[in-house]
């Protein structure tokens, strides 16, 4: 069975700081998806990032960035020089390339402070 | 602008009236699926479908039907709602397709429907 496990409940960092994200999965597949969403205080998911199993390149975009590795079955984010407007709830989500359905991690709520 | 929509947005009823909430989707979408956010759990399925008349369970099912009669529209009906069902509902829609020899993935989420009954 598929699972996404998210370990950081809660983060507080001040701003300007850096901080990561942590993401673990455990899946059988060899053809999986990882996604990261953002939902901020108005309730909707906004999608950060979609990374397929067979690309193992870490992205940057902005201020973010990612960290894919296979070989500890991690998908770590890292967002550099906080910013208020980050406080958010954070998920991270994995779904198989043969159905729909998507496994949710149960979300880092992160706050950031002025 | 390609983007799935949800009705309504914020709803307040009360225990045993049966409720609709509409998604519609207009990008041709073959998937659809219906997932609720509790404090705590993070995002659960509902139920998905994945074409015209082809609806299965997801993992919290229990208290809620679907139905998929035409591509673009996937209402989640409460027949008897009750005070567990409380929740913030997330209709999505998504593709698979192969391009550059490989296959992707996009999802689409919906703003969300807050309902709460009492």
């Known amino acids: 069975a598929q699972k996404v496990t998210q370990a950081q409940t809660e983060i507080s960092v001040v701003e300007k700081e850096d901080v990561t994200l942590d993401c673990v999965y455990e899946t059988r597949d060899t053809t999986y998806y990882l996604f990261w969403y953002k939902q901020p205080p108005s309730g909707e998911l906004v999608f950060l990032i979609r990374r397929n199993s067979f690309d193992e390149q870490n992205e940057i975009s902005g201020r973010y960035s990612w960290n894919f590795q296979k070989s500890t079955s991690s998908f770590n984010f890292t967002i550099t020089a906080s910013q208020v407007v980050d406080s958010a709830v954070y998920f991270c989500a994995l779904t198989l390339g043969r159905d729909d359905k998507i496994i949710f991690g149960k979300g880092t709520r992160l706050h950031i402070l002025p | 602008e390609a983007q799935v929509t949800q009705n309504p947005r914020y709803l307040i009823t009360v225990t045993g009236k049966k409720l609709t909430v509409t998604c519609s989707q207009n990008?041709?979408?073959?998937?659809m699926s219906w997932y609720r956010q509790d404090p705590g759990l993070g995002l659960r399925q509902i139920y998905y479908?994945?074409?015209?008349?082809?609806?299965d369970k997801g993992d919290v099912p229990e208290g809620y039907k679907v139905s998929r009669k035409e591509k673009r529209n996937f209402p989640l009906i409460l027949e008897s709602p009750s005070p567990n069902q409380t929740s913030l509902y997330f209709c999505a829609s998504s593709l698979f397709y192969t391009r550059g020899g490989g296959t992707h993935n996009e999802q689409f989420f919906g703003p969300g429907t807050r309902l709460t009954v009492l």
């Open positions: 479908s994945m074409n015209v008349e082809v609806t």
């Open positions: 990008m041709n979408h073959e998937y």
